[in-house]
């Protein structure tokens, strides 16, 4: 499968507890983003990477919250002292930058569903 | 701010029935009009506009932009049951990263 893949599908925690969420884009995608979705709603920009670049953070994106893509493939979110607030639908895009038309659409993972207890 | 709004938010018809669901946007820095369909997992990616009056089509979907007045159009015919999904409409914006703002999503389902 040569998808964008996520890691764990699911994940339930404590509140106050750490998590952390892997993405794997599409192996030649430079660009990868992080979306909430939360029941009900469409998806909500978080951060976005351009190669191991963070290069925009959404006001959405409390101090709490850390991204990182070191190498420029694979990426991580992590939220320290989960709070029940933090569920949601944690969603993965990668994209091609740099180029013109649909090349350039957004391809999606399945996504990690939090939940807070 | 940035705001999409797609509607209804639920739909429910019977298989073989034609829908037309609405999108409608006020963004900053437009660049494109993205349609996506989710069932119980990933958004999956279904049609890119960017110039107004061409409709894109793929086999019973089809869709089509308005930029003067700012809405899109997705039209669904001769509906399957396998059409049952949330389809989400989505922008996205010009300089720099390109993210996407997206509506809350219409609910359509089609009973056989």
């Known amino acids: 499968d040569t998808g964008v893949s996520q890691d764990p599908r699911h994940k339930i925690t404590k509140r106050g507890q750490n998590v952390t969420f892997r993405c794997d884009p599409i192996s030649e995608h430079n660009r990868l983003y992080w979306y909430r979705q939360t029941l009900g709603q469409g998806p909500e920009f978080l951060t976005y990477?351009?190669?191991?670049?963070?290069?925009?953070k959404s006001r959405l994106l409390s101090d709490r919250f850390s991204a990182e893509r070191p190498k420029g493939s694979f990426s991580t979110l992590e939220i320290q002292r989960t709070e029940q607030g933090d569920s949601a639908m944690y969603l993965c895009?990668?994209?091609?930058?740099?180029?013109?038309?649909?090349?350039?659409?957004?391809?999606f993972g399945p996504g990690t569903r939090l939940l807070v207890l | 701010e940035d705001k999409v709004v797609q509607s209804p938010l639920s739909l429910v018809v019977h298989e073989g029935d034609t829908v037309t669901l609405n999108c409608s946007y006020e963004v900053t820095n437009f660049r494109s009009l993205l349609w996506y369909k989710q069932e119980k997992k990933a958004p999956t990616f279904l049609f890119m506009l960017?110039?107004?009056?061409i409709e894109k089509k793929s086999g019973r979907l089809s869709s089509i932009l308005d930029k003067k007045e700012l809405f899109s159009i997705l039209n669904i015919t001769a509906t399957q049951t396998g059409d049952s999904a949330v389809y989400l409409c989505?922008?996205?914006?010009?300089?720099?990263?390109?993210?996407?703002?997206f509506g809350t999503g219409t609910r359509l389902t089609i009973i056989p």
């Open positions: 989505a922008v996205g914006h010009y300089f720099g990263n390109e993210k996407l703002t």
């Open positions: 960017t110039s107004s009056g």
């Open positions: 895009a990668s994209s091609l930058g740099g180029l013109a038309g649909e090349k350039k659409t957004q391809y």
């Open positions: 990477f351009q190669n191991e670049a963070q290069l925009e």
